[in-house]
């Protein structure tokens, strides 16, 4: 008898191949099922990377301007959000900080009582950790022990910790750069080189030390029969004729995203589906297909409650300093400066200065044009004290191996809403819009932190200039819009990630994260993914039709 699955392309498509796709198709096709991925960035290898954010058309994802890089970066009124793009989503781009959140988070938002969080999510933190290859951080570079200097002065020297970082390091005693066979997955996962501590973690790992998922989770996929589709962006997805909540399956629609003109239109069916695009790129493509009437039942709480980690990115610029600052890892120390706030040291490799362009020196005050007037007087009166030294820290040219940015985060609650609107610039379709109260762009203490820093390391305090002149925080951590609930008026998707209104439809990336985490959300984000997998029978046993929770 033909097994009803022949009659689709795949049982699961995975849209996103980031933290929660990977996990995704890892797990699924252990179950035994037929999986596609879809990926709307490029895949990457040690030869095609970028040397440094000047070669930008290999750093910079903008495809119709022909950037087709791995890193992103969207403009909205609340924040600018950073993000990946690529084979292996954020993991190509990120600082491989891995770290668990306080049980804290677990209490509040919406997500709080739908299961026994504290007690379940310990084992999937664990598979996580071991799959991502989290490790202590062996290499501290001179911006981690100017980062400990500061916080000794500024009296929280004991709360400095190495990161906990999915990076495979060198032995003790040895320097890095060495090749071993797989050192992970017993043998089934590719050779692995040893880190080499050149600070390059976010512009991709040249050395295939950095565990990033193209590495991990995905080529296991992959290796046992994941049909992962490149440059591939979604643009539909539909239940099947005969059925409105894809008990009978769906079509998926996909282009060629890296093509200005030969799109080169596809479709696929398949059973059940799972949206694992990112917080931004879900709900993007979740507020078409509703719009559009593809998805009409998605919940009216799409978009609601997003959160940026309260981050604010400060930092110092050091002109001259007799040491490179980019060496180390990217992320390799954090201190907690109060029971609510953490900063990290983060370094981009030598010669990657392009970011110099955004940084400018602090000034404190709550934003504002009286902060701008602030902030023109300080460059003004630095240039009449240090004019030399002033030029020099605010031009990019030397910035990697100067500055030390430092990442203040936030566990403060904290949200924003996400919208689908047209701007009164162009009123003829609708995009993404933040909304709600503004995010802080000022944490006084964390200003001080980085002024103390300068002091100790002698050179500038520094901090964003959209944040000075616009009062817009960046954030690489965007997460929430699609969170779990205990029903479709509170949320998108069920304890199980399942979304509401739909069969076999999940959604597992960072929209389903209920809660403000105060620390870096990968970990999390593959923890629940681990989890929503254990609900999801063998193939085997699969019931597709089985009546839905809706
Ligand atoms: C510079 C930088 C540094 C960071 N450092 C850290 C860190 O040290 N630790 C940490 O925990 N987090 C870090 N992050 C954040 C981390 O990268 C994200 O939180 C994480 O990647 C989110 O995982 P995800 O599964 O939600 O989606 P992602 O990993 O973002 O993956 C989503 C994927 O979906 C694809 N996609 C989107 N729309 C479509 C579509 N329509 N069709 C097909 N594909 C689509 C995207 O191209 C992307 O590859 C960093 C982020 C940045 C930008
Ligand atoms: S520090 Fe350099 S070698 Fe080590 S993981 Fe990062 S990019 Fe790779």
Excluded at 96 to 120: F, H, M, Q, R, V
Excluded at 214 to 242: C, I, S, W
Excluded at 507 to 524: E, H, K, M, Q, R
Aim: proline share 6%.
């Amino acid at each position: 008898m033909p097994n009803e699955s022949d009659k689709f392309d795949f049982d699961f498509i995975v849209i996103g191949s980031g933290f929660g796709g990977s996990v995704c198709a890892h797990r699924l096709i252990e179950k035994g099922y037929r999986v596609g991925v879809m990926e709307m960035g490029k895949r990457w290898n040690p030869s095609t990377l970028p040397k440094s954010s000047w070669s930008l058309h290999r750093w910079f994802w903008r495809p119709k301007l022909g950037l087709r890089g791995f890193f992103n970066m969207r403009f909205f009124r609340h924040a600018t959000i950073f993000h990946g793009c690529a084979v292996g989503g954020g993991s190509i781009t990120y600082a491989c900080t891995l770290l668990t959140p306080p049980d804290k988070i677990w209490e509040g938002g919406s997500w709080t009582g739908l299961a026994n969080w504290k007690d379940e999510m310990p084992r999937h933190y664990r598979t996580a950790a071991l799959m991502l290859g989290a490790t202590e951080n062996k290499i501290l570079g001179p911006a981690d022990l100017l980062l400990k200097r500061t916080a000794d002065a500024a009296n929280c020297g004991d709360t400095f910790y190495r990161t906990n970082v999915g990076i495979f390091q060198p032995t003790d005693d040895r320097p890095g750069n060495e090749t071993f066979l797989d050192p992970y997955y017993g043998g089934d996962g590719p050779a692995r080189t040893t880190c080499l501590g050149c600070g390059g973690c976010m512009m991709g790992c040249r050395f295939g030390a950095k565990n990033t998922l193209d590495l991990g989770y995905l080529y296991l996929a992959e290796k046992h029969g994941a049909k992962l589709f490149a440059e591939t962006r979604v643009t539909n997805v539909q239940p099947m004729p005969n059925s409105d909540n894809g008990q009978d399956g769906y079509r998926v629609e996909t282009v060629r995203s890296t093509a200005w003109i030969r799109k080169r239109p596809r479709h696929f069916t398949t059973r059940g589906v799972v949206f694992a695009a990112s917080s931004l790129g879900t709900m993007e493509l979740l507020f078409r297909l509703r719009e559009q009437g593809s998805l009409p039942k998605i919940s009216a709480q799409l978009g609601k409650h997003v959160r940026t980690n309260s981050e604010s990115l400060i930092g110092a610029r050091m002109p001259g300093h007799h040491e490179d600052l980019s060496q180390g890892i990217a992320i390799g120390s954090g201190v907690y400066i109060d029971e609510h706030t953490h900063i990290e040291a983060v370094r981009y490799p030598s010669g990657s200065d392009a970011m110099g362009f955004l940084t400018t020196i602090l000034t404190n005050g709550q934003p504002g044009p009286r902060r701008i007037a602030a902030w023109l007087k300080n460059i003004f009166l630095s240039l009449l004290r240090h004019p030399l030294k002033t030029i020099r820290v605010l031009q990019p040219y030397g910035w990697a191996r100067e500055f030390v940015i430092l990442l203040c985060m936030q566990a403060l609650d904290g949200e924003i809403e996400m919208r689908w609107r047209r701007p009164w610039f162009w009123p003829f379709r609708r995009y993404l819009a933040s909304w709600g109260a503004k995010v802080p762009t000022y944490i006084p203490r964390a200003n001080q932190f980085a002024e103390k820093f300068a002091q100790v390391a002698g050179g500038f305090p520094m901090s964003m200039l959209p944040e000075i002149l616009f009062d817009i925080p960046g954030t690489a951590h965007c997460i929430g819009g699609c969170v779990i609930a205990d029903s479709s008026t509170n949320g998108v998707v069920d304890s199980h990630q399942q979304a509401f209104g739909y069969k076999n439809m999940y959604i597992c990336d960072g929209s389903v994260v209920a809660a403000n985490l105060g620390v870096n959300p990968s970990l999390t984000i593959t923890a629940l993914a681990e989890r929503a997998m254990t609900f999801i029978p063998p193939a085997s046993q699969a019931t597709w039709n089985a009546p839905a929770d809706l």
